[in-house]
């Protein structure tokens, strides 16, 4: 294949954005195009966006607007929207980013080649916004091509069918759809091969995988995965809480390699606002789902997501949610004010909250987390924990030098996913080893490996 340049990758958003734009550089690579992480040297660029909130979508609009000006000074250079603003704006994309060269939906990322052959032979405005029922199994597995090789999501499923009032997934990345065993397997031996020891499984709703195509069910293809020779860890996400059956929790209990941890969205405590989000179950289901899966893993951590300031989320409603969350006690939650997005029905409801409203509720509620987040990560001091060792440690945490001595700081993270720092000069990127937990943080824990002498 002819060499044509460098291709710049920006990406936006969640985990299988990141993952699909591994696909994105793979099919650049095999086009003659070499990835690199300096955008000055680029001959093109690609912004793979997310839509899910008004601010990611500003996010994408704001750094493809910055290439009218860089484009004068280097013609040649191709721009390239892909991914879910991409699918949601189609030809409109161009009114924003008059300059665009390319529109590239969820699913025409395997038409990439054809659509920078036809803006090369001249055509201006490409846009491939076209359904296919393709799901990774017409491209090439990935490969690591990349540093980060000890972790890597692999995407199980594509699109979903459940129609959440506020969520735009539905309709920019389509019905739901599985890959199928064979194809997956493939894919993590390959990564094995390369050095990966941990594998995220994606999905939006990972507990309906294979269901509509009648493949193995989900806690059967973790049973495969768990299989792998050189496989360490598994994780996956998102489960839906409606769809989590006692046979996952009996698979998380059960399979060595799959992390004690479960991350299950609930979205808001007030089941008024869970109906009005068409999310299928009840605040009384979801928490009879969580007692019966303490049942079974009594120390598994748990993360979920919540939306505040929905439309109709009075007072009492929020507070149902504050409540919620001193129940749990979760280990760790992402939270968002909800955004409007005109492709979802809830930006038709009436009774919109208040910007202002919506902030305060969601600082609330992010405050009286970290208390819980910090009491959970109280309670790991004195522990042993199996720690996946990441690489050495970006920030160094203030107060330590006397413990660092002539070390590094390293960082890794535990079954529960929470990040932990600790000194060594002589552990292995990749490894797993036992660290004996000293100190806790709002968001990290500090500890020492297990037989180091120092203290
Ligand atoms: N506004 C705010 N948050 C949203 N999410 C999805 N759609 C919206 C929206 N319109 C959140 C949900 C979901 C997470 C990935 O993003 O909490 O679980
Ligand atoms: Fe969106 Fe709901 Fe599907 Fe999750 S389950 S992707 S929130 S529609």
Redesign the pocket.
């Known amino acids: 294949m002819k060499y044509r340049g460098y291709a710049y990758i920006y990406t936006i958003g ?1 985990q299988m954005n990141v993952y699909d734009s591994e696909k994105l550089a793979i099919i650049l690579n095999s086009y003659g195009y070499e990835t690199t992480d300096d955008m000055d040297k680029a001959d093109i660029v690609v912004c793979n966006t997310c839509s ?2 008004h601010k990611a979508e500003e996010k994408a609009f704001s750094f493809l607007g910055r290439f009218a000006r860089i484009k004068k000074n280097k013609p040649h250079l191709i721009t390239v929207m892909a991914g879910c603003v991409a699918q949601q704006e189609g030809e409109k994309a161009f009114v924003r980013v008059p300059h665009l060269d390319i529109v590239l939906g969820t699913q025409a990322f395997s038409r990439f080649g054809k659509l920078i052959d036809a803006v090369k032979s001249g055509k201006q405005k490409v846009v491939d916004i076209n359904d296919s029922s393709m799901i990774y199994e017409a491209m090439p597995a990935t490969s690591c091509t990349d540093e980060n090789k000890i972790s890597k999501f692999v995407t199980i499923m594509q699109g979903c069918d459940n129609y959440c009032t ?3 997934v539905p309709h920019v990345r389509g019905r739901e759809r599985s890959r199928t065993e064979t194809n997956i397997v493939e894919e993590i031996n390959l990564l094995v091969k390369a050095g990966v020891k941990e594998i995220t499984l994606l999905g939006q709703n990972v507990n309906s995988y294979g269901q509509k195509e009648g493949l193995i069910s989900f806690p059967q293809l973790l049973a495969k995965v768990n299989d792998i020779n050189g496989v360490h860890r598994i994780r996956f996400a ?1 489960s839906h809480p409606k769809d989590l059956s006692d046979d996952l929790i009996y698979a998380i209990r059960d399979l060595d390699k799959v992390c004690n941890h479960l991350h299950l ?1 609930i ?1 808001s405590g007030s089941n008024k606002i869970l109906k009005k989000m068409n999310r299928g179950y009840t605040r009384e289901k979801y928490i009879d789902r969580i007692f019966n899966l303490k049942k079974e893993c009594p120390d598994i951590a748990l993360s979920t ?3 505040v300031g929905f439309p109709f989320e009075s007072r009492e409603d929020f507070n149902d949610t504050m409540n919620l969350l001193r129940e749990i006690e979760f280990d760790s939650i ?1 939270a ?6 005109s492709s ?1 029905p ?1 930006a038709k409801f009436s009774n919109q909250i208040d910007e202002g409203k919506k902030k305060e509720r969601l600082n609330r509620l992010l405050e009286l987390q970290e208390y819980y987040t910090e009491k959970k990560n109280k309670k790991q001091i004195g522990k042993i924990l199996d720690v996946l060792v990441e690489g050495k440690s970006g920030k160094k945490r203030d107060g330590f030098d006397h413990a660092l001595k002539n070390m590094e700081q390293m960082v890794g993270r535990t079954e529960s996913n929470k990040i932990v720092h600790f000194p060594s000069k002589d552990v292995i990127i990749g490894d797993i080893i036992k660290i004996r937990i000293e100190n806790a943080y709002p968001h990290s824990l500090w500890g020492h490996p297990l037989g180091a002498q120092n203290k």
């Not at 968002?336 to 997005?341: I, L």
């Open positions: 969640c899910i909130r506020y969520c735009v998102t969205p979205q997501d919540i939306i992402f968002f004010a909800y955004s409007d997005r979802a809830a």
